[in-house]
């Protein structure tokens, strides 16, 4: 049964910092990945995909990686800012062309100025 | 930008009763899906359907709920006779396809009493 872990669940950093966050998935048979973003009480924003033949995909300031032998993806956020704070998740498809999402807990970020 | 809707977005109703949650998706796309966050936990898949039909359901989508296609443009959640753990955020989904990006509506908040 494929399950999805994100750590932290909570980063504190100060504006400007790089930061990467991690998600692991335990079953590397994905169809692809992608990431989001949830503000509070908020619905889901999708960031990125990436599908299961490639290694990342980069939007803006946002890159994200997958390594599918190793059961693990991080999105790397660059310059971060006040306005990146939100919490952020992974969820990986499996194959079954039914495009259902599996996701992980979280993690919630806060910039500080 | 083409964006999933929700109504209503927020909802409280008595131990019981019938509950109907309404989504229009992206017009052209082909996959539709109901996912729930109960509060501070994972967001659950609940089901897909395609073609008219449930192409996928998880063990918590049981008699009690059903899905629908009433017309070209909606998309609606039925909970035949919600209990207290009903309550939830519950959140519409689309997609053009069942590998692409999957867009997800602001969610509807359950609050059963």
């Known amino acids: 049964k494929q399950e999805v872990t994100q750590i932290p669940a909570a980063l504190s950093v100060p504006e400007g910092e790089n930061l990467v966050l991690n998600c692991s998935f335990t079953d590397s048979a994905i169809y692809n990945l992608q990431w989001f973003r949830q503000d509070p009480g908020k619905g889901l924003t999708s960031l990125l995909l990436i599908q299961s033949s490639q290694r990342e995909q980069t939007s803006g300031r946002l890159n994200a990686s997958l390594d599918k032998s190793s059961g693990r993806s991080t999105l790397y956020i660059a310059a971060s800012q006040p306005g990146d704070s939100a919490t952020y998740l992974c969820?990986?498809?499996?194959?079954?062309?039914?495009?259902?999402?599996?996701f992980g807990q979280g993690t919630t970020l806060q910039v500080k100025p | 930008e083409p964006e999933v809707t929700q109504t209503p977005s927020h909802q409280v109703t008595q131990m019981g009763q019938e509950v109907i949650l309404r989504c229009v998706p992206i017009s052209n796309h082909l996959y539709f899906y109901w996912y729930r966050q109960i509060l501070g936990q994972k967001v659950e898949f609940l089901v897909s359907?395609?073609?008219?039909?449930?192409?996928?359901k998880s063990e918590i989508f049981d008699d009690q709920f059903s899905v629908e296609r009433p017309d070209g443009s909606n998309f609606t959640l039925k909970i035949r006779s919600t209990k207290l753990e009903d309550s939830a955020m519950y959140f519409c989904?689309?997609?053009?396809?069942?590998?692409?990006?999957?867009?997800f509506g602001e969610g509807s908040w359950l609050t059963v009493v």
């Open positions: 359907f395609y073609n008219n039909e449930i192409s996928e």
């Open positions: 969820a990986v498809v499996v194959p079954g062309n039914t495009g259902k999402l599996i």
């Open positions: 989904a689309s997609s053009a396809l069942g590998g692409n990006t999957i867009y």
